[in-house]
């Protein structure tokens, strides 16, 4: 199935965050920064591996994207992910209009799309029913925003957004299983770190 064709996510196959995650981290070869969304967005980025260029957000929901966007348009030559669940992104859709708006080159955001707020009782989202962040994203005017496939199709996607200018979204149909680990629970820390692993000083 082709991976650059918006279709709602019912369309698509249901992977595994966690895998997913992985597969990310193991193509990220320039030092990137990450910023994870709360909850299980960010507890599996950290069982994948604590790179100093990651930054955990703990308690807020939807500040993945705009945490992202301010270190993209501060650092234009460091490419800089976004990593959000698909219920923090609807709290803070607004943020995809500022994308759209201000087009930093160096952006890829990236939604796992499970249906639910999981951590709070897997009450469905809008994406249960119609809402399509894809179609949404577009719309905002990230032209370069898809669904992937699958895996493959996943790991293609990443390759070539990070090789090619911004901004992008790439949303994926993930199941409801757990993250694989809990972040550490200190923000002084993981800001400092994150701060050091951008070269920013204080």
């Known amino acids: 199935m082709d991976t650059q064709t918006s279709l709602h996510h019912a ?21 990137e920064a990450v910023i994870g969304g709360i909850g299980n967005t960010n507890f599996d980025l950290w069982m994948t591996g604590q790179r100093p260029q990651n930054f955990y957000m703990l308690g807020s929901m939807g ?9 993209a348009l501060a650092q234009p030559g460091r490419g ?50 119609r809402a399509d ?13 898809h669904w992937a496939a699958d895996e493959a199709g996943f790991e293609q996607l990443v390759e ?17 299983q757990p993250a694989t680990g809990t972040t550490e629970r200190d923000p002084a820390l993981i800001r400092q770190r994150f701060m050091r692993g951008i070269a920013v000083t204080t």
């Open 11 to 31: 369309n698509r196959k249901v992977m595994n965050r966690h895998d997913l995650t992985r597969r990310l981290v193991a193509r990220l070869h320039r030092e």
């Open 63 to 71: 500040l993945a994207c705009p945490i992202a966007l301010g270190v």
């Open 80 to 129: 800089v992910v976004a990593l959000e669940g698909d219920g923090s992104l609807l709290m803070q859709l607004n943020c995809l209009a500022t994308i759209g708006a201000i087009a930093p080159a160096n952006l890829l955001v990236i939604v796992m799309d499970n249906a639910c707020y999981q951590i709070t009782g897997a009450q469905p989202t809008a994406t249960a029913a």
């Open 133 to 145: 962040l894809v179609a949404i994203a577009q719309g905002a005017g990230i032209a370069n925003s």
């Open 160 to 176: 070539r957004c990070l090789a090619q200018p911004g901004p992008h979204l790439i949303a994926a149909r993930i199941d409801s």
